[in-house]
């Protein structure tokens, strides 16, 4: 006799959330495009499917990987790491879920549950939206009709949510069919599950909303609460990201390792900290005040040295004045910005090539004019170095009015391209 699968609404998953391995017999396995992926179809299943934003499970299924679980109408579909060969239709198979995701995925629900009943009832807050991250989940708030909250109405709202948790309020579930009146049923429902099963999940006599995912058995085991941040969306709706159990306890672990690698730096402890980064900012600002300084008198230095060669310099093919280059390996865009300013001013009709970087791995080149000098001679002069520095060392690149900007994955071509363009490189 043909066996069966138990629809969603009613699969062993739903029906106890508590365990973790069951045996069930194979329905169906339908092999797909990918290769060794097939689907399988189960009389029953403890691994939960994609829905009412909570990710699916992961698992095993006869000892093969199970990477995805859909809905397929009433039927719960498992993505298998397998061939259509190493399952066979009709016989018993031991279906294992990857419990620690799933006892994850069970303190975040089932805590959405609480916050939400809680923010909407004693603060007048309506989730609009929820969604289940990997790190970190969040609930969203319409706020057209309110204003936003304050900093004392969260930490309240959290206060009040982890006293309920010590509380060890039940989480029950009832269930109905869909066309039954009594409970409360769902104001949206998928058009395929209209004659299914509703789920309505309780806590205790706060709260009762359908939902078809796992929850845990009591508020206690979702340990505490920690409220993280808010998000403005969508103009007037607010997102409040949030964390349950467990990942409490994780993210708390990687704050104190973090503190502790902290205080090694900065030779402190936590509550010291604000104290000295605040410390470091100034320090900062004060050394890079002193650098604009430093850079401004050995950019002025390099311009005069510049300058002074100009007497010497005659004309080229490439241009009707005379073409400067300059390079320095350790300087960076602020100390181009810095030189180009300086020799535009000292250097007045000329066309100036800088560069920067090492020979092996290049860097960056800013071609520009002097105060009194034609923007058609600088662009005249990029286009020669330009094509002077040929394919090898690949220097990319573009600008207008006088200014031209590149990069260059090397100069090992550099000295060949400025002799060939009648440039001077000014050491």
Same mark, same amino acid.
């Given at each position: 006799?043909?066996?069966?699968?138990?629809?969603?609404?009613?699969?062993?998953?739903?029906?106890?959330?508590?365990?973790?391995?069951?045996?069930?017999?194979?329905?169906?396995?339908?092999?797909?495009?990918?290769?060794?992926?097939?689907?399988?179809?189960?009389?029953?299943?403890?691994?939960?499917?994609?829905?009412?934003?909570?990710?699916?499970?992961?698992?095993?299924?006869?000892?093969?990987?199970?990477?995805?679980?859909?809905?397929?109408?009433?039927?719960?579909?498992?993505?298998?790491?397998?061939?259509?060969?190493?399952?066979?239709?009709?016989?018993?198979?031991?279906?294992?879920?990857?419990?620690?995701?799933?006892?994850?995925?069970?303190?975040?629900?089932? !805590?959405? %549950?609480?916050? +939400?009943?809680?923010?909407? =009832?004693?603060?007048? #807050?309506?989730?609009?939206?929820?969604?289940? $991250? /990997?790190?970190?989940?969040?609930?969203?708030?319409?706020?057209?009709?309110?204003?936003?909250?304050?900093?004392?109405?969260?930490?309240?709202?959290?206060?009040?949510?982890?006293?309920?948790?010590?509380?060890?309020?039940?989480?029950?579930?009832?269930?109905?069919?869909?066309?039954?009146?009594?409970?409360?049923?769902?104001?949206?429902?998928?058009?395929?599950?209209?004659?299914?099963?509703?789920?309505?999940?309780?806590?205790?006599?706060?709260?009762?909303?359908?939902?078809? !995912?796992? %929850?845990?058995? +009591?508020?206690?085991?979702? =340990?505490?609460?920690? #409220?993280?941040?808010?998000?403005?969306?969508? $103009? /007037?709706?607010?997102?409040?990201?949030?964390?349950?159990?467990?990942?409490?306890?994780?993210?708390?672990?990687?704050?104190?390792?973090?503190?502790?690698?902290?205080?090694?730096?900065?030779?402190?402890?936590?509550?010291?900290?604000?104290?000295?980064?605040?410390?470091?900012?100034?320090?900062?600002?004060?050394?890079?005040?002193?650098?604009?300084?430093?850079?401004?008198?050995?950019?002025?230095?390099?311009?005069?040295?510049?300058?002074?060669?100009?007497?010497?310099?005659?004309?080229?093919?490439?241009?009707?004045?005379?073409?400067?280059?300059?390079?320095?390996?350790?300087?960076?865009?602020?100390?181009?910005?810095?030189?180009?300013?300086?020799?535009?001013?000292?250097?007045?009709?000329?066309?100036?090539?800088?560069?920067?970087?090492?020979?092996?791995?290049?860097?960056?080149?800013?071609?520009?004019?002097?105060?009194?000098?034609?923007?058609?001679?600088?662009?005249?002069?990029?286009?020669?170095?330009?094509?002077?520095?040929?394919?090898?060392?690949?220097?990319?690149?573009?600008?207008?009015?006088?200014?031209?900007?590149?990069?260059?994955?090397?100069?090992?071509?550099?000295?060949?391209?400025?002799?060939?363009?009648?440039?001077?490189?000014?050491?």
């Amino acid at each position: 006799m043909p066996v069966s699968a138990a629809p969603v609404g009613a699969l062993l998953c739903q029906r106890d959330s508590s365990l973790r391995s069951t045996t069930a017999t194979i329905v169906s396995v339908t092999g797909t495009k990918a290769s060794g992926t097939v689907e399988v179809v189960l009389s029953d299943t403890v691994l939960f499917p994609v829905g009412g934003g909570q990710p699916c499970d992961f698992g095993t299924i006869g000892g093969f990987a199970v990477t995805d679980v859909v809905r397929r109408g009433f039927e719960p579909v498992h993505l298998v790491s397998a061939t259509v060969a190493d399952l066979v239709v009709g016989s018993s198979v031991e279906v294992v879920v990857d419990w620690q995701r799933r006892w994850d995925h069970m303190q975040q629900h089932s !805590g959405q %549950h609480l916050l +939400s009943a809680i923010a909407e =009832q004693q603060y007048g #807050l309506n989730t609009v939206a929820w969604a289940l $991250g /990997k790190e970190k989940s969040c609930v969203e708030f319409d706020l057209t009709n309110q204003p936003v909250p304050t900093d004392e109405t969260w930490a309240s709202l959290e206060s009040k949510v982890n006293s309920l948790i010590r509380d060890n309020l039940p989480f029950t579930i009832q269930t109905a069919s869909s066309h039954e009146e009594n409970g409360s049923l769902p104001s949206k429902l998928p058009e395929d599950l209209a004659s299914g099963v509703i789920r309505n999940v309780r806590i205790g006599n706060l709260d009762n909303n359908p939902c078809c !995912g796992t %929850h845990v058995s +009591s508020t206690s085991q979702l =340990q505490c609460m920690k #409220l993280l941040n808010t998000e403005r969306i969508r $103009g /007037k709706n607010l997102r409040l990201y949030f964390i349950f159990g467990d990942r409490v306890l994780s993210t708390l672990h990687a704050s104190v390792t973090r503190d502790r690698v902290l205080g090694n730096l900065l030779c402190a402890g936590p509550d010291q900290f604000v104290e000295k980064v605040t410390g470091l900012q100034n320090q900062v600002k004060d050394l890079t005040k002193s650098n604009k300084s430093y850079l401004k008198e050995v950019s002025d230095f390099i311009s005069l040295n510049l300058a002074s060669s100009l007497s010497s310099i005659a004309v080229t093919p490439t241009s009707t004045v005379p073409i400067l280059a300059y390079h320095r390996a350790d300087g960076d865009a602020e100390f181009l910005t810095t030189l180009s300013k300086s020799a535009s001013e000292k250097c007045k009709n000329c066309v100036l090539i800088f560069t920067t970087g090492e020979v092996s791995s290049g860097g960056a080149a800013l071609v520009v004019g002097g105060t009194e000098t034609k923007e058609a001679d600088v662009s005249t002069v990029w286009k020669a170095f330009q094509t002077a520095m040929g394919t090898k060392d690949q220097m990319k690149g573009g600008g207008a009015k006088g200014r031209f900007q590149a990069k260059s994955v090397g100069w090992s071509q550099r000295s060949a391209a400025l002799v060939n363009i009648g440039a001077v490189d000014v050491l």
